[in-house]
């Protein structure tokens, strides 16, 4: 029981992460309808400029305006260099552009910080386990990336249900043509959603930091399942990339600690782990060709 | 996917071209002789690569120029096609069975055939759950049936899992010495030529006309009566076939397969050969190919960032000339005296 808790704990933390990533990315998909393959990219930005000034200061804390900073920083110039010529294109050349920025990130980061893996200290604060449940042990920090994640979420219903250019946001995914009708300045609205974008994915590639490596590739990981919980939760939405997150998370971490166990029943030690990851590795995939079989558009799609 | 629209491509070839395709096949031909006479062989290897590269990127341009499909999971039937040839191998140097059914085999004429069939099954299924829906969510199910294709092979350990599997001899096809390089190259370069040939006629076929005009405009062909989904279900079969013949002979070429042929950076390789030849044309791929791996080949002898400098070629390439590398060619072409039109 203890056991089920901690993983589904594992499965949040892991489903927040996703939506850190998830949140700009359905936007931008949902907004200006880019495809973009360099998110994860930006993810490693945040992430290795975090790490990099948490070390050489050797706080923590400073590494978080650090990730943020470079990453939205990153973001904005891809968006004002590269995506804003896009809009008008077809997804194959979206999909190449930036997949080309993917190729160079990945190139450039190894230039600069080499081949090694980096490692964050986890903050003095956070260390250590605590007892959340009698024999139930878990680390503060993963607790706290729950928390951000949460919090992340609502600042972001807030922001998109409460303020105007989150009235802006939801007005342009729903008809982009008719908010520049309207004499909005869609050129900046696009620069600020995709800087937010990239600020989140910043964030979660740093707080990511202390929990998983630090290296090259670390982006393309996740990203992709990242465009799984857009695709299922539905292009454009922000509610279907929070319930599509934490849905995943979990399914996924469940199916790699127990898959290999329950196989073991049947077949072979090696073979039976082999096969329980190879096959947990497959489940969201699994999952969205089965959502997208039953709803084309994603669970909720064209609710904002 | 209306909103795909690639006006510069999708002619039919006409008769010059058939003429420039005939001589360059006669300069492919000499290559070998050409090749070691300049000293340098090892080019026999990189022409052998871009040809079956070639023949994967134009069976998706099938689909992608002429069917206006982008599937970002075409190397899914690549490396099905080349574990066809490795599993037939494994289980015919075994004396095993196949799941207890099938014998192996290390015949050419065998393997090939039943890596495009296992190919297009494949194609056929993945097809008619994809096709079900459009745009962005076509472009990620595809992909999604790739990964579940690429994980399901890391995780078969009965089949090397993610060492991939070795096959010590190419296939045998009979009368030829087929441990000799060069004799794979000709095998290669005919099938190529017999592939360039079929298509070129596919795309001037009625049913390659119908395809074109769901790309071009889908609801004036569902006016005149055409079922979209069979055609387009059909194309996309014939499109996954393509390329698991091209996987099955790059299994047969490296002697090796592994699921890094499935992997979903090899489907985004194959969609930037397409674009770098020139969408929705016959030799685009094929050309685009070649560009690709030869600025490989180049910038990795240069530098083991070349990943950095393919990233900046490919920027331009879409950014600034669309037609790709052989709209390039032609816009110089043009430019040369006594060539203008």
């Known amino acids: ?304 | 996917m209306a909103d795909i629209d690639l006006t510069h491509g999708a002619q039919a070839p006409g008769r010059a071209p058939l003429l420039r395709a005939l001589a360059a096949l006669v300069v492919l031909a000499a290559l070998p002789t050409l090749a070691s006479a300049l000293g340098y062989p090892a080019l026999t290897s990189l022409v052998t690569r871009i040809l079956i590269y070639g023949i994967a990127a134009a069976s998706l341009n099938f689909i992608l120029g002429y069917g206006g499909l982008v599937s970002f999971g075409h190397a899914a039937f690549f490396g099905i096609g080349g574990y066809v040839v490795g599993i037939l191998y494994q289980n015919y140097s075994d004396e095993t069975l196949f799941l207890g059914l099938v014998p192996g085999s290390n015949q050419m004429l065998i393997t090939l055939p039943a890596a495009v069939l296992v190919a297009g099954a494949f194609a056929a299924v993945i097809g008619a759950l994809s096709l079900r829906t459009g745009g962005v969510q076509f472009i990620m199910i595809t992909l999604a049936f790739a990964q579940m294709l690429f994980f399901l092979f890391v995780s078969l350990k009965a089949y090397g899992g993610d060492d991939g599997l070795i096959i010590r001899r190419t296939n045998e096809l009979p009368g030829l010495n087929m441990r000799d390089k060069e004799v794979v190259y000709y095998v290669c370069l005919g099938i190529a030529a017999l592939f360039f040939a079929g298509l070129a006629r596919l795309i001037r076929s009625p049913f390659g006309n119908v395809l074109n005009g769901l790309r071009q405009n889908e609801r004036r062909m569902v006016a005149l009566g055409v079922a979209p989904y069979r055609y387009r279900l059909v194309a996309f079969v014939l499109s996954g076939m393509g390329a698991g013949l091209a996987g099955a002979l790059m299994a047969n070429f490296l002697r090796f397969v592994s699921p890094d042929m499935m992997h979903w950076t090899k489907s985004g390789e194959l969609l930037i050969m397409v674009i770098l030849g020139g969408v929705g044309t016959l030799f685009g791929p094929l050309i685009g190919a070649a560009a690709y791996l030869v600025l490989e080949t180049l910038l990795a002898s240069w530098t083991e960032y070349w990943q950095l400098g393919l990233g900046l070629v490919l920027l331009f390439v879409v950014m600034r000339a669309r037609g790709g590398v052989r709209a390039l060619i032609v816009a110089l072409g043009a430019l040369l005296p006594g060539r203008q039109k």
């Not at chain 1, 975090?50 to 891809?78: H, N």
């Not at chain 1, 009698?134 to 609502?154: E, Q």
């Not at chain 1, 202390?210 to 695709?231: C, D, R, W, Y």
């Not at chain 1, 971490?253 to 073979?271: D, I, S």
């Open chain 1, 1 to 304: 029981m203890t056991l089920l808790l901690e993983q589904l704990l594992n499965g949040l933390q892991f489903g927040v992460m996703l939506f850190l990533l998830a949140a700009g990315l359905t936007l931008i998909f949902g907004i200006m309808g880019v495809i973009n393959l360099a998110h994860g990219s930006l993810y490693m930005v945040g992430a290795y400029a975090g790490t990099w000034v948490a070390a050489q200061t050797g706080s923590f804390w400073l590494g978080i305006p650090a990730a943020l900073g470079a990453a939205a920083l990153t973001g904005v110039a891809i968006e004002a260099l590269v995506v804003r010529r896009l809009y008008a294109r077809d997804h194959l050349d979206q999909v190449l552009a930036t997949f080309a920025i993917l190729l160079m990130a990945n190139q450039l980061v190894t230039l600069i910080f080499g081949r090694q893996p980096l490692y964050t200290a986890m903050p003095e604060a956070l260390s250590g386990s605590v007892e959340l449940l009698p024999g139930l042990f878990y680390p503060p920090y993963r607790l706290a990336i729950i928390a951000v994640g949460l919090l992340v979420a609502l600042g972001l219903w807030a922001l998109i249900n409460r303020t105007r250019i989150g009235m802006l946001v939801r007005a342009g995914s729903t008809n982009r043509e008719m908010v520049r009708a309207l004499g909005v300045d869609i050129r900046l609205l696009y620069t600020v959603v995709f800087g937010l974008g990239a600020l989140l994915a910043g964030l979660a590639g740093f707080i990511s930091g202390p929990v998983m490596a630090v290296q090259v590739g670390m982006g393309e990981q996740i990203l992709l399942s990242t465009f799984v919980v857009v695709v299922i939760g539905g292009v454009g939405s922000i509610r279907g990339a929070f319930v599509a997150s934490l849905a995943l998370g979990v399914i996924d971490t469940c199916l790699r600690a127990y898959l290999p166990g329950l196989l073991r029943q049947v077949m072979a030690g090696p073979e039976a782990d082999a096969l329980g990851i190879g096959i947990s590795s497959m489940g969201i995939y699994l999952l969205m060709a089965i959502v997208l079989l039953v709803k084309p558009k994603g669970l909720f799609a064209g609710n904002g």
